[in-house]
């Protein structure tokens, strides 16, 4: 399957909700509580993507396009949202989220992607980038290890329906070596 990453416009919100939502679902059993999971809705979390969609730079959400021009996948990319992960003298970009539809796993939607936020990040000018991914997300963590990323050791809770879930920072250089 071939992919063709674009920037994402406010008309692709729904998409971008539907995907969160399924791949939350999927990915997450055994990771967040169920109820949660259960709880998530599409048209809930739509009017928030639209506000991402519509942030200026250095904020970007991408898209991941297949023939048909049927979006499986996408990814948002920010300037470094937290002072935890900021670097005095060193402009830090984040991956704030990479998710593809469950249909399309494997097929190289989040490669693309993943590659498009990293050259989008340095094309403005950050030099490192950070990422969050939960502890207990073995598979997750192994993507990212493929396109480059290293856990940093950085340890945090996030706090889901009450409970504490271990994430994990991974970073990268985006400075060409």
Not at 15 to 44: H, K, T
Not at 95 to 104: C, G, K, Q, R, T
């Amino acid at each position: 399957m071939r992919w063709t990453v674009r920037r994402a416009v406010p008309a692709d919100s729904s998409d971008v909700s539907r995907i969160n939502v399924r791949s939350w679902r999927q990915a997450y059993p055994g990771m967040m509580p169920d109820s949660f999971l259960r709880g998530l809705r599409e048209e809930a979390k739509e009017p928030g993507w639209a506000r991402w969609l519509a942030q200026p730079e250095p904020g970007a959400v991408f898209v991941a396009v297949d023939e048909t021009g049927r979006i499986g996948a996408y990814c948002a990319v920010a300037q470094a949202r937290d002072d935890v992960d900021r670097l005095p003298g060193t402009r830090v970009g984040e991956l704030v989220a990479l998710y593809a539809d469950p249909d399309v796993w494997g097929t190289g939607a989040g490669h693309a992607l993943s590659q498009a936020a990293t050259d989008f990040l340095a094309a403005q000018g950050f030099e490192h980038a950070v990422l969050w991914v939960l502890r207990s997300n073995l598979s997750g963590r192994r993507f990212y290890e493929r396109h480059g990323w290293s856990d940093d050791g950085l340890l945090l809770d996030l706090e889901i329906a009450g409970e504490r879930i271990p994430k994990i920072r991974y970073s990268r250089s985006l400075v060409p070596a």
